[in-house]
T-cell receptor, first 114, second 114 residues
Framework: GAGVSQSPSNKVTEKGKDVELRCDPISGHTALYWYRQSLGQGLEFLIY????????KSGLPSDRFSAERTGGSVSTLTIQRTQQEDSAVYLC????????????FGEGSWLTVV | AQSVTQLDSQVPVFEEAPVELRCNYS??????LFWYVQYPNQGLQLLLK??????LVESINGFEAEFNKSQTSFHLRKPSVHISDTAEYFCAVSEPGGSYIPTFGRGTSLIVHP
């Protein structure tokens, strides 16, 4: 399809395991965002990629979280040594860049750490 | 730094009644303002946005929002809601010329009862 695609849609993992979440943005979009959505907490910014610029990692909650974007397209968010507080919906979004551009969201990856 | 406050976490309303979802922002510069909607089990999608020009902006499904600079508000309104409007609504702000990372509010859950 033409939208932002995320996988897996649901992931249950044991505490201490590593997880990788994948995002395939809309073709041609230079900007890619990761947000985390927890119940009652709204959207928490994690990381932002824009073209070939260095990513803005200011929202990553700890050094267990990292993300990369290969070839300016697909992005992977990695959470190492998962903790129960990491349980949330991880949302990926993309846009054409620019503060006024519409951001298009994927349906999210629901992570449950048990 | 920019911030967004959505004053109501939940707004219950009867079908065909009017509704207002409140959003206030804080920013030291001019802003772009957005409302996104998240229907159950779906990703966020843009409802409407203010970039410049007319302070009243409308969506295709009957919602409208008015940018009020003096009150730093961007409240969302609809004169008559439908059951299908039941969703989570997020207000967001970004700064033209600044970081392209929008800040989202915590969301307001609109619950429309028959």
């Amino acid at each position: 399809g033409a939208g932002v695609s995320q996988s897996p849609s649901n992931k249950v993992t044991e505490k201490g395991k590593d997880v990788e979440l994948r995002c395939d943005p809309i073709s041609g979009h230079t900007a890619l965002y990761w947000y985390r959505q927890s119940l009652g907490q709204g959207l928490e910014f994690l990381i932002y990629f824009q073209g070939n610029s260095a990513p803005d990692k200011s929202g990553l909650p700890s050094d267990r979280f990292s993300a990369e974007r290969t070839g300016g397209s697909v992005s992977t968010l990695t959470i190492q040594r998962t903790q129960q507080e990491d349980s949330a919906v991880y949302l990926c979004a993309s846009s054409g860049g620019g503060a006024g551009n519409t951001i298009y969201f994927g349906e999210g990856s629901w992570l449950t750490v048990v | 730094a920019q911030s967004v406050t959505q004053l109501d976490s939940q707004v219950p309303v009867f079908e065909e009644a009017p509704v207002e979802l409140r959003c206030n922002y804080s920013s030291s510069v001019s802003v772009y303002l957005f409302w996104y909607v998240q229907y159950p089990n779906q990703g966020l999608q843009l409802l409407l946005k203010y970039l410049s020009g007319s302070t009243l902006v409308e969506s295709i499904n009957g919602f409208e929002a008015e940018f009020n600079k003096s009150q730093t508000s961007f409240h969302l309104r609809k004169p008559s809601v439908h059951i299908s409007d039941t969703a989570e609504y997020f207000c967001a702000v970004s700064e033209p010329g600044g970081s392209y990372i929008p800040t989202f509010g915590r969301g307001t859950s609109l619950i429309v009862h028959p």
